[in-house]
């Protein structure tokens, strides 16, 4: 299996003499859907910005498909095939939804037609809505809006910081099914999640980021039920809470989603 993303001991900070990441590596194989996840301010989001050319790195580096990618732009690491989708401010409101597609698309617009369709085809509600502003979309529209921008360069990686925070729970279930069809179209994807239980659910590998370095990793399933990332990330067991859901239906129809408000009202205090 080909290695898409490679991070070795990446450090990395943005003021002088204070490091965020200090000694972070994760991989990411072609087909891989790769969870982040970790405390706040453990530097999930600094990881995502050192791969993306947006902090300064200090010593490690990034790989895309064996080149060294390590200090480069943002716009070049576009033309590589790298797609990020940032956690705030990731739509230009001012715009359309065509319009927001096609700055997806500025270093190769001869391509839009193509590309438009692929990304209409996932989300058939921002190919319908086109000539509405980004701005006058709800919260998980513009996440859609934002992942299609970055799918308009046809990446060989995704980077994805948070696309489920600030959302309703149903809003993120349907991102987070989202995200794992855009993965099943092939597109490698790291995904970093607040929501962690949900994130593992879809994630074929993942990395705990504590303090800048990756402290675990495992598959999803098995950092799901891992004791050590229960008891520090988690709080309980997948068995417990898959039982838990099953006897909460039973008792009270349609309390399935008592879990994600829990989730969602912590995320939305950050
Ligand atoms: N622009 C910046 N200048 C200085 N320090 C920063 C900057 N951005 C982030 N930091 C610091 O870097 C550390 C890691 O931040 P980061 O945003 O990577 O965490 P995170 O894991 O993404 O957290 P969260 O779950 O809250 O999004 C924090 O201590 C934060 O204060
Ligand atoms: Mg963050």
Redesign the pocket.
Known sequence: MSVVLETKDLVAG??PGVN?LNGCSIVANQGDLIGII?P????????LKAIFGQVNVRGGGVELNGEDITGLKADRLVGKGVGMVP?NNNVFPSLTIEENLEMGLFQQPRMFKERFEFVAGLFPELGKRRKQRAGSLSGGERQMVAMGRALMMDPSVLLLD?PSAGLSPVRQDETFLRVAEINKHGVTIVM?E?NARRCLQIAHRAYV?DQGRDAYTGTGREMLNDPKVIELYLGTLATDVEEKAKTSTNAVVGDESSDASESESKDES?
Request: hydrophobic share 35%.
């Open positions: 943005y003021l965020i970790g706040n301010g453990a530097g999930k989001s600094t990881l956690q948070e970093v607040q980021l950050k």
